[in-house]
Every structure is written in structure tokens, then in C-alpha cells.
């Protein structure tokens, strides 16, 4: 530390800045290009925009400046970016501009941009993808949700989308309106589709899901068409991660046509938009209808050529038989109308058999749906998520949901009365399959 005894004249601090700013003028004479990201972005009437940069490693920041976009160039570089892009600029974004460095004595150091690259913006989301991917196979993930089971008939869905979205809208439409009467159950998972909060309000409405996944066949998740940064969430490690560990298959119309997201890429299936969701849950019904069918054809055709194989059979047998006594022929020939006669009944008593038994079929898959059960008048009673078929199960005012045909119930128990166990076996076979 130097004598401070000695007299020496100080510098004002207007002297000192002007110092300051003369040396960056002349270590950084000209502009250059830079790599941030954005922290806070701010816009006053005039059309000035100030910004926020920062770097991280990591979480931690490590270097932090004030940036300034004027009203002339933000109009300019703001329009080039989100036509690049389909995003206007905003926090959260790694951009690469082309700044001047500036030093003022009353508002300090800051940059003045002249230019953004939005290439750039757009391969940062590239890199960050692919990490993202190769993470997920590395670690055994990625196939999860591809490994389950679809349902042949999956009738009741668990839809994650937003209720005001226009691809939630062309989803009920299709699925409800489908030209073959199916009947689907469906229920809405509310969630945030894009922005910040959109990642965790998805994983929150899949842990939901989870949590009830013995009510539903699959989980779809919709929304409408957007810009690569409005996709950039499903991008995201986490949310794909939780998806592919999904239990039930997950199917994605998220509404685009070009990359497929990582959740995409992670799902059981992924279809190009709501509408085409709604388009191959219908083809499963229809597959498995079509199936049915082909199997009564095929079943009415064995007996068809049984009857003529027989029929053959009888009349080379018939031939046979000119040789022999008239007697003995007409014997035979008594004997081979009898069998004629049992053969044609034992055969049609076949036939409405096995036309019965696929009937049966038919009929139990329409009975085990719910929305039938609950067309018929009956109702479905949950207790904590499940369905409740004894009263001793319940507490003094425990809190149980009714599902009617249209609508659910909440209600309180005051009191209870505990059913004989012959009312109860009678009640398991009313309700088949809702154990």
C-alpha cells in the first residue's frame, strides 16, 4: 500500500469512467460476436429493448451484462428471428449476437446489439435434443413404454392436453362422432402445453395418470401445431423420462409433421395430429371387429365344405351300392338317409354353436364396458380410487365418488348398512370385471 501522506491530486469519478471508457474503446475497438443466454428481457413504450445476459456452468452464473436493442434494430432483428424461428425472443433462450461493447460514465458497461443469429438458437436446441436421447438409451429408457402391451380394445383414455386448445376440440370430435358408433371413455388431464411451466404440468398430470392407471387403456397427449421453441418441452429429459416409464402406453399428437420431439420418440406410438390419435384409436376397434367376423366367415366356411366333402362321400358310397341286392341296397340306402339326416343336424347344431359362442363373445366385450354399465342404470362407487363393494370398508364420514352415466358424484357417508354376503355375490355378478 502506497504512503498516503504523499499529496497526490485524485481523479473525479466522471475522470476516472472517462479513463474506463476510453481504455475499452481501445482494447475493443469494434463490434463482435458473443454467446449468451437470456436471464431478462424488457421492453419500454418507445420500443427500446433492454436485456439481461448471463453464462452459466451449470446453475451457477459466471458472467452477467446489460444489453441494449434499439427501438429501429429490435424491429429489424426481432422479425428475422421469429420468422427463423416461430419464436419471438425471450428469457430462457441461448442466442449468438453481434454487440458493441460501451462504456458510460453514469450507466457503466453494457452492450449495444446490432445482430442475432437465430441458427444458432436453433442448433443449442439440436444439441441439447440429442443429448437428451442419447442420455435416455444409455440408461435404459428409451424403449420402456414401447415394451408394454396396446389393449385390443382400448376404449378408455386418459387425454393430457389443454381444454381450451383447437387439437383437443378435432380430438373429441373424431373419437366421439367415429362412423361405427364405438363408444370411447375419455377424461381430461388438464396440463400446460408449452412455455415454462408446461413441463412440470405435464409430469404432474402423468403422475396423476399413474396413480389411476387401473381406470384407463392408454394415455394420449395433444395439442395443436407450434414453433420448434414452443415444442422445446418435450424436448426436455425429464418429461420424456417420465413418459417412457409412463405404465400405461403413451400415444403423442402433438401436432407437427417435421422432427419428432423426444417424447415422440419415446412413446408407444406417435401419430402427426389430435385428429389422427383419434383416427387410430377407432382403427383398433375396428381391427379387433373385423377379426371377429373373420372368424364366424371362416367357421361358416369349414362347415360348408365339410357338408359337401360329406355329401360326396355319400353318393361315391350310393355308387357302390347299385352292385348289390335290391334288398340289401335298400337297406343301406334307409340307413345312409338316416345318417344324411343326423350328419345335416349334427351339422347346423354345429354351426349355431359356434355362431352362439362368438355371439357370447361379442356381447361380453360390449358388457365389460363401463359406459355401457352405466347406460344400463347401474352406477360405479370409489372409495380412495377404488371401487368399493362392501360398506364395512367405509368410515363415519368417509369421502366416496359415485360415476353415473353422465356426470360423478361426491358424497360424505352418515350412515351405513352392511349387505348379507348373498346380496354381495349378487352384486359381483351385475358388475363383472370392475373388481
Known sequence: MGDLSINKKPYSLYELNSIIRSAISYAIPD?????????ELKCNQKGHCFLELVEKDDDRTIAQIRATLWASEYKKIG??????????LKPGMKILLFASVTFHEVYGLSLVIRDIDPSYTIGD??????????????????????????PLVPQRIAVISSPTAAGYGDFFNQLDKNLYGYSFFHVLFPAI?????????IISALSEIGGKKHRFDVVVIIR??????????????????QTARCPLPVITGIGHEKDDTVVDIVAHAKMKTPTAVAEFLIACLRSFEETIVDLQNRIAGYAERFMKDERYRL????????????????????????????????????IRNEEHRFNVMEQAVKHLDPANVLRRGYSITRYKGRILKDASLLKKWAVIETTLRKGMVTSIVQEKKEAEKREQKQADILLPGFD
Open 315 to 350: 353318393h361315391a358310397i350310393t355308387q357302390k351300392l347299385v352292385f348289390i341286392p335290391l334288398r340289401t341296397v335298400t337297406a343301406h340306402q334307409n340307413r345312409i338317409a338316416m345318417l344324411n339326416r343326423d350328419l345335416r343336424s349334427h351339422i347346423r347344431q354345429f
Open 31 to 39: 463490434a463482435c460476436w458473443v454467446t449468451a443466454e437470456i436471464a
Open 125 to 150: 436446441m439440436a444439441r441439447k435434443k440429442k443429448e437428451v436421447i442419447e442420455r435416455l438409451i444409455r440408461e435404459g429408457v428409451s424403449e420402456l413404454n414401447r415394451r408394454l402391451t396396446l
Open 193 to 201: 402445453m408449452q412455455g415454462q411451466d408446461a413441463e412440470k404440468s
Open 79 to 88: 422479425l428475422k428471428f421469429t420468422k427463423a424461428t416461430g419464436e419471438s
Open 224 to 241: 395443436g401445431g407450434g414453433s420448434p421453441i414452443d415444442l422445446n418441452c418435450f424436448d426436455s429429459y425429464t418429461l420424456a423420462s
